[in-house]
T-cell receptor
């Protein structure tokens, strides 16, 4: 079974600075997707960024980028120029190519942004 | 384009009762998945429906069931509620064709069992 681990329950960052959230996963599948979702206090899950395992290039979405290390099964999220609106719970998630919509989530990292 | 909607948003039930939650997917989306979110267990996959059939199921007891209607709306039912069923229940929808990773979440239903 696939597992996703986020070892940082809480992180904090100063506004305008950079923070990196860690995620490791375990799978025997060769084709899969990895995601970072953001869940603000409203509880709405918002997709931040996606990485296809077959792509070697790290995904980037504006201030958000990932460091995908397939051999190490590591998938970290870097947030640059942190903003107050980035404060939220961040979840790392895994989806196998053949698992339909099923996502396996990590435990989450609560990010605080200090002004 | 309207997002995924879930009703009701909040619900309080008593142990032993049953509850039905509803999820209306984004127009054109035919797959609906359900997740349970609790502080202790985190986010766990319940099941996925498309074409009115359950296609994928997580590791939950038979008290948790669901169905999907011809208009793709989905309902989730929990019978004989237990205190541990108190959770945020999220649903997500996606197109059946195209990238299977593009799913969108609703705002959730907060269920409290007393």
């Amino acid at each position: 079974a696939q597992t996703v681990t986020q070892s940082q329950p809480e992180m904090s960052v100063q506004e305008a600075e950079t923070v990196t959230l860690s995620c490791t996963y375990d799978t025997s599948e060769s084709d899969y997707y990895l995601f970072w979702y953001k869940q603000p206090p409203s509880r709405q899950m918002i997709l931040v960024i996606r990485q296809e395992a077959y792509k070697q290039q790290n995904a980037t979405e504006n201030r958000f980028s990932v460091n995908f290390q397939k051999a190490a099964k590591s998938f970290s999220l870097k947030i640059s120029d942190s903003q107050l609106g980035d404060a939220a719970m961040y979840f790392c998630a895994y989806k196998g190519e053949t698992s339909g919509s099923r996502l396996t989530f990590g435990e989450g990292t609560q990010l605080t942004v200090n002004p | 384009k309207a997002g995924v909607t879930q009703t009701p948003r909040y619900l309080i039930k008593t142990r032993g009762q049953q509850v039905t939650l509803s999820c209306s997917p984004i127009s054109g989306h035919r797959s609906v998945s359900w997740y349970q979110q609790t502080p202790g267990q985190g986010l766990q996959f319940l099941f996925e429906y498309f074409s009115e059939t359950q296609r994928n199921k997580g590791n939950f007891p038979g008290r948790f069931s669901g169905r999907q209607f011809s208009n793709s709306r989905s309902e989730m039912n929990v019978s004989t509620l237990e205190l541990g069923d108190s959770a945020l229940y999220l649903c997500a929808s996606r197109f059946l064709t195209g990238p299977t990773y593009e799913q969108y979440f609703g705002p959730g239903t907060r269920l409290t069992v007393t």
